[in-house]
């Protein structure tokens, strides 16, 4: 069974930073690397958007215009991972953060995690 959790989120002072987790199981090492990777975000009353976007080997990364320069997107296969750095937070960034791992057909999911930023 495929399951994606995220951690690292929290409180946090304008201009801050903090660092998303999403490990995953049920993968093995060489089916996680066929996987994109994708955080997305969601604000009370807001629909969700994609915050950020990694290939399946890392090499190609995209970001929302509003978080560009501020938030980077990674990944560890081996540990089968994805992170995202995030810099320079402003109260405009606090959403309930997802990651997504997804592919031709299949789409999986992690339950979300709370990123307040404080003014």
């Known amino acids: 069974q495929v399951q994606l959790v995220e951690s690292g989120g929290g409180l946090v002072q304008f201009g801050g930073s903090l660092r998303l987790s999403c490990a995953a199981s049920?993968?093995?090492?060489?089916?996680?690397?066929?996987?994109?990777m994708r955080w997305y975000r969601q604000a009370p009353g807001k629909q969700r958007e994609l915050v950020a976007d990694i290939s399946s080997f890392g090499a190609t990364t995209t970001y929302a215009d509003s978080v560009k320069g501020r938030f980077t997107i990674s990944r560890d296969n081996p540990k089968k991972t994805l992170y995202l750095q995030m810099n320079s937070l402003k109260p405009e960034d606090t959403a309930v953060y997802y990651c997504?791992?997804?592919?031709?057909?299949?789409?999986?999911w992690g339950q979300g995690i709370q990123v307040t930023v404080s003014s």
């Open positions: 049920g993968f093995t090492f060489s089916t996680f690397s066929t996987y994109a």
């Open positions: 997504n791992a997804y592919k031709t057909l299949v789409d999986y």
